[in-house]
């Protein structure tokens, strides 16, 4: 039976026990339905030789050799991650359009005597609702933005937010980036579709009826791009804006980036990545207070010189009922202070 999914909050709904992406590796790697298990029926390498095989040969031999191979892959499946699965085990399968791949996966797990559905249209239908959900409808909810300058806890106050059961979107997390110059993390960042792809289902997810708090950002979080409803909705938000005492934030970021502290290549590699927009002077007394394990003051120098001026520059492009929220320090029990402060002007609405 072939399923057409009409919305995103479909998917928490289906009750099936495994939705499995039949698609090869690069192509599941690139994006997939979240939840989805990657039991490809042509590896990377196999999918290609068919495409060849089909234009510079005949589509009746394509069929027939990547017929063969998806049996084979197939087996291997039955014998490997699906070898355990009971009798009432179900599954919901789809590939790129909901053809030949899915199709043919999903008639032999039939046979097992399995229930199995496809997605009608395959991943293509599931992207289309992403694009409509991010590019073509407007931003469902009303939106206040925390901001401050780096290095004023504002991921960490979100997340503390969070569990006040206040409403936030957190966008760094869904991006896997701390969103400045030092903000890579360990893994990369996911592609701009399975951002998407992650944006869109957490957006499924709020209430459009109340307010929901993002951490202010460019319209770029790493590689990452907002999508314009998004962006729009953040540009016209009233902002809190978190604002604490350099040592404090110094503090924090030497604690928050401490698998960059940690990691003097890597750090001396990213500070060296600032030499096109500051003078060779100032870049290497950075690098010197990174090779002195002065942390602290890199941190302070590089708030001063670099990180401050361009977020007063782009605040200055944004300013919409900035109120500030004053601390003097950041460490753990500030933070959930702050939260709570946070929490309470929230409630009686901006």
């Not at 690069?26 to 060849?52: C, Q, S, Y």
């Not at 085990?89 to 097992?112: D, E, K, N």
């Not at 924090?252 to 990213?270: E, F, I, M």
């Not at 010197?288 to 001063?304: D, K």
Request: include cysteine; proline fraction near 5%.
């Amino acid at each position: 039976m072939a399923l057409t999914l009409t919305s995103l909050s479909q998917l928490a709904t289906l009750g099936v026990d495994d939705i499995i992406d039949v698609r090869s590796p690069a192509e599941f790697a690139e994006d997939h339905i979240p939840g989805a298990i990657n039991l490809p029926v042509l590896g990377d390498a196999e999918r290609a030789k068919v495409g060849t095989i089909y234009k510079q040969d005949s589509p009746f031999r394509a069929r027939k050799t990547g017929a063969a191979l998806v049996a084979a892959n197939a087996a291997r499946h039955l014998q490997g991650p699906l070898a355990d699965k009971p009798g009432g085990w179900q599954a919901l399968i789809y590939c790129w359009r909901g053809g030949q791949r899915s199709g043919s996966f999903a008639s032999i797990l039939s046979q097992v005597g399995w229930r199995v559905d496809l997605v009608a249209g395959g991943y293509k239908a599931y992207r289309s609702l992403v694009v409509a959900a991010l590019y073509d409808a407007p931003f469902p909810c009303p939106v206040v933005l925390l901001g401050g300058n780096t290095g004023t806890a504002k991921t960490a106050l979100l997340h503390r937010l969070a569990a006040r059961d206040v409403q936030v979107l957190d966008l760094e997390g869904l991006a896997h980036h701390r969103g400045s110059l030092f903000g890579a993390m360990p893994g990369g960042q996911p592609s701009q579709k399975a951002f998407d792809s992650a944006l869109a289902q957490a957006i499924s997810r709020l209430d459009p009826a109340r307010v929901v708090v993002v951490e202010a950002e460019s319209s770029k979080v790493g590689n990452c791009r907002l999508p314009p409803g998004l962006w729009k909705a953040m540009t016209a938000a009233p902002r809190l804006e978190v604002v604490a005492p350099v040592a404090a934030r110094a503090r924090y970021l030497v604690t928050a980036y401490a698998d960059l502290v940690n990691d003097s290549a890597r750090l001396a590699a990213v500070i060296d990545r600032l030499r096109g927009t500051h003078s060779t002077e100032q870049v290497a007394a950075w690098q010197a207070m990174a090779r002195e394990c002065a942390f602290e003051a890199l941190a302070a120098s590089l708030m001063a010189q670099h990180y401050d001026p361009r977020y007063a520059r782009h605040r200055a492009r944004l300013e919409h009922g900035v109120e500030g929220v004053v601390t003097d320090s950041l460490d753990a029990a500030a933070l959930e202070r702050l939260a709570d402060r946070l929490a309470e002007r929230l409630s009686t609405g901006l």
